[in-house]
Each structure stands twice: as structure tokens, then as C-alpha cells.
């Protein structure tokens, strides 16, 4: 089993065909709420995007956008369901951190739906903590959680 993680930006086409599956899936997970989330996720201001690949084959993802000064906001995670469990969204995050690090970056925050109970789990394990109040278009939204950790 050959993994390699591979630095690119948001114009990879392994990229935006992992993101057509992981709109897929929130489409469903998210229902309703699916459009209102959706217009924050365009992919065409995304500079920085992380592409795992097993075996050659793209399987997983994670990009990084700048938030603020001190932060990236962490964007479009994503592993295909056969490949879960397998570790993957973990070092996507961990590489992502450390390239934020790169950057000069001091802080990740990110947002997910509390319908995505497998990416809270992740967030959680990988001491992301729960941000008292959500930031930007996310303030008073029920189903959104936004999460921070220092790097």
C-alpha cells in the first residue's frame, strides 16, 4: 500500500472530482440546508489543496484558505467512505497544519455541521476545541459547529 500526499491548488482535476462526491454527500447529509452552506464552499479561491493518493489513486483531500492575520480556514475534507478509518483525514489535517505553520500561519479554524458527526469526531481527536461563539457567515446558524486550534 503506497500512500503520497501531494501539495497542488484548487485547479487539480483529482481535486474537483473528490469535491463533486464530497457535495454529493453533504447534499444528503445537509438536506435542506444543503444551499445555504454550499455558497461558501466555491473552490476557485482555494490556493492551497492537499491530495492523498493510495496506490495511485486519489482517495482523500483538505485545502487551507487565509482567514485572518493568524489563521487558515481548513476547506473541502474529504475521503472517499472505502478509505475510512484508515488514518487518511488525519495526516490531511496534520499536513495541512503544518503548511499552514509554513505560511506563517498561528491558527486553523474550520466549519462543519453538526450532521457530520464523523467530522466532529476527527476534529475533536486532532484537539480541534469548539469556538464559544461561530465566526462569519456561520454566526447564529443551529446546525454549524466552528472549531480552532493553535499550531
Keep these: ?15 474537483i472530482n473528490l469535491v463533486k462526491e ?6 444528503i447529509t445537509d438536506g435542506d440546508d444543503h444551499e445555504f452552506y454550499n455558497q461558501f464552499n466555491n473552490i476557485d479561491v482555494i490556493k492551497h489543496v492537499l491530495m492523498v493518493y493510495k496506490d495511485k489513486k486519489p482517495v482523500g483531500c483538505g485545502a487551507i ?18 478509505f475510512r478509518g484508515e488514518g487518511i483525514a488525519v ?4 499536513e495541512l497544519e503544518k503548511w499552514a505553520k509554513e505560511m506563517g500561519y498561528k491558527k ?29 457567515q456561520y454566526k447564529g446558524i443551529e446546525n454549524s459547529l466552528c472549531f480552532e486550534k493553535n499550531i
Design 1 to 15: 500500500m503506497n500512500i503520497k500526499i501531494t501539495r497542488t491548488n484548487s485547479e487539480n482535476t483529482d481535486f
Design 22 to 27: 464530497l457535495d454529493a454527500h453533504l447534499k
Design 65 to 82: 484558505k487565509h482567514f485572518d492575520a493568524d489563521a487558515v480556514e481548513v476547506k473541502r475534507m474529504f475521503v472517499l467512505e472505502e
Design 91 to 94: 495526516n490531511i489535517l496534520l
Design 108 to 136: 486553523c479554524v474550520l466549519e462543519t455541521g453538526e450532521r457530520q458527526v464523523e467530522a466532529v469526531k476527527l476534529y475533536h481527536k486532532c484537539n480541534y476545541k469548539r469556538m464559544n461563539t461561530n465566526y462569519g
